[in-house]
């Protein structure tokens, strides 16, 4: 069993998405969108 969360945020001015799985590699991934 992996203890994984996933939340995503969606309003007028922005979306969000967080994924969280605490037994990963510790590799993370960030993409904001923003030039």
Known sequence: MSRTSRV????????VLV???L???GEISVETGVP
């Open 8 to 15: 995503e945020r969606t309003t007028k001015e922005s979306s």
């Open 19 to 21: 994924e969280l799985n």
């Open 23 to 25: 037994d990963g590699t």
